[in-house]
C-alpha cells in the first residue's frame, strides 16, 4: 500500500514539473537583460547595442537589427544567458545556422564594453 501511494506521489510530481515546463517553453521572450545594461549603448561612430526588457538589438547609424522582434522574431533560437552585477553574457542562434556570442563588461554605470570590439568603449546614451 505505502509503495503504490509513493508511486502515485511521483507520478503526479512529474506531471505536474512536465506541465510547467511546457508553459515556460511556449513564452515569446527571448532576451531577458539585466537591468544595468537596459538602454542604448554607442562608440563614438554612433554604433552599438540596445538592451530592452526582452530584446537584444544592434544599432548601426542608420539602421536599428532587433532580434526580438522584426525579421529575426522567428529565426532566432536557442538562447543562453549569464548575468551579473558587471557581466553581460548572451549567446544565440540566427536561422539554425550562425551562431553569436557577446559578453558585455561593466565598466561604470555609464560605460561598457565587449567582446565584439574589445578596444571600444560604449557609452549609455
Same mark, same amino acid.
Given at each position: 500500500?505505502? =509503495? *503504490?501511494? #509513493?508511486? #502515485?506521489? !511521483?507520478?503526479? !510530481?512529474?506531471?505536474?514539473?512536465? =506541465?510547467?515546463?511546457?508553459?515556460? +517553453?511556449? +513564452?515569446?521572450?527571448?532576451?531577458?537583460?539585466?537591468?544595468?545594461?537596459?538602454?542604448?549603448?554607442? &562608440?563614438?561612430?554612433?554604433?552599438?547595442?540596445?538592451?530592452?526588457? &526582452?530584446?537584444? %538589438?544592434?544599432? #548601426?547609424?542608420?539602421?536599428?537589427? %532587433? $532580434?526580438?522582434?522584426?525579421?529575426? /522574431? &522567428?529565426?532566432?533560437?536557442?538562447? @543562453?544567458?549569464? /548575468? +551579473?552585477? =558587471?557581466?553581460?553574457? /548572451?549567446? $544565440?542562434?540566427?536561422?539554425? !545556422?550562425?551562431?553569436?556570442?557577446?559578453?558585455?563588461? @561593466?565598466?561604470?554605470?555609464?560605460?561598457? +564594453?565587449?567582446?565584439?570590439?574589445?578596444?571600444?568603449?560604449? *557609452?549609455?546614451?
Amino acid at each position: 500500500m505505502k =509503495k *503504490t501511494i #509513493l508511486l #502515485l506521489v !511521483a507520478i503526479i !510530481a512529474m506531471v505536474a514539473c512536465g =506541465k510547467g515546463d511546457d508553459n515556460s +517553453s511556449n +513564452s515569446s521572450k527571448k532576451f531577458n537583460p539585466p537591468a544595468w545594461i537596459q538602454g542604448s549603448w554607442l &562608440d563614438a561612430a554612433n554604433v552599438g547595442y540596445k538592451f530592452e526588457a &526582452d530584446n537584444f %538589438c544592434w544599432l #548601426l547609424p542608420a539602421q536599428e537589427l %532587433c $532580434f526580438n522582434r522584426g525579421i529575426y /522574431v &522567428d529565426q532566432v533560437s536557442d538562447v @543562453k544567458e549569464q /548575468v +551579473s552585477d =558587471k557581466t553581460y553574457s /548572451v549567446s $544565440f542562434l540566427v536561422s539554425n !545556422a550562425t551562431k553569436y556570442s557577446f559578453v558585455f563588461t @561593466k565598466i561604470s554605470n555609464n560605460q561598457i +564594453s565587449s567582446n565584439q570590439s574589445p578596444n571600444t568603449i560604449f *557609452t549609455k546614451r
